[in-house]
């Protein structure tokens, strides 16, 4: 069966500082893989999504980046992180190839920068 | 563009009490359209999903929703609402076409249930 892995669930960052937020998918090969934002009180905002690896696709201007240096591998980075990257950040895959649009969440990471 | 109507922010229910959680999509063709539920500090989970066929259709937890082409509705609802159904609820639409990948969510319905 398939899973997928975020790390760290939590983390509180100075103003300033890196970032660097994992995401692994097991059990699958090839999918289709997500990043979201979800600020307090509101809906999901896709980030970046990619299709395969080295292709990202970013959706919103912002001080974020992200990577997919191997098939099942997906990370999220920013040089120097801003009080309003505070959020839950969400990862997700899904089938490629295929109608299916099926997305499946990893378990989220919280992020607080002070 | 494709978008994603949740009218209502959150809803409050009586444990017991029916629910319907309203949804309406805008898309220039036949949409897949999905209802995920997420508990607090979770990810989400998929509830049900509809891409074609009965319009009716079922999920897990005892959910269904009912897909209205005329209204562009997907409307979510439970006979009898738990305390444990409490979550935060997002209807989502996807690109319904082979290679399609993106999906547009909606802001979120915060459900509470009181006993």
């Known amino acids: 069966s398939q899973t997928i892995h975020q790390w760290p669930a939590t983390l509180v960052q100075p103003v300033g500082s890196p970032l660097s937020l994992e995401c692994t998918v097991e059990g699958t090969s090839n999918p289709n893989l997500y990043w979201y934002r979800q600020a307090a009180g509101r809906g999901l905002q896709l980030l970046f999504y990619?299709?395969?690896?080295?292709?990202i696709s970013s959706e919103v201007p912002q001080n974020l980046s992200a990577s997919r240096p191997q098939d099942r591998q997906f990370i999220l980075s920013s040089k120097k992180l801003l009080l309003s990257d505070s959020g839950f950040y969400l990862c997700a895959w899904s089938v490629s190839r295929t109608t299916n649009n099926e997305q499946f969440f990893g378990p989220g990471t919280r992020l607080t920068v002070l | 563009a494709q978008s994603v109507t949740q009218p209502d922010i959150h809803i409050t229910v009586s444990e017991g009490a029916s629910l319907e959680l309203r949804c309406n999509y805008s898309y220039g063709a036949t949409p897949y359209l999905f209802w995920y539920v997420q508990s607090p500090g979770q990810g989400l989970q998929l509830l049900l999903k509809y891409f074609s066929g009965d319009t009716l259709v079922q999920g897990i937890k005892g959910f269904e929703a009912e897909f209205k082409r005329s209204q562009s509705s997907f409307n979510l609802r439970k006979p009898s609402v738990h305390w444990s159904d409490a979550a935060e609820y997002f209807c989502a639409v996807g690109e319904g076409r082979t290679g399609g990948f993106k999906t547009i969510f909606g802001a979120g319905t915060r459900l509470f249930v009181k006993a």
């Open positions: 990619s299709v395969g690896i080295g292709q």
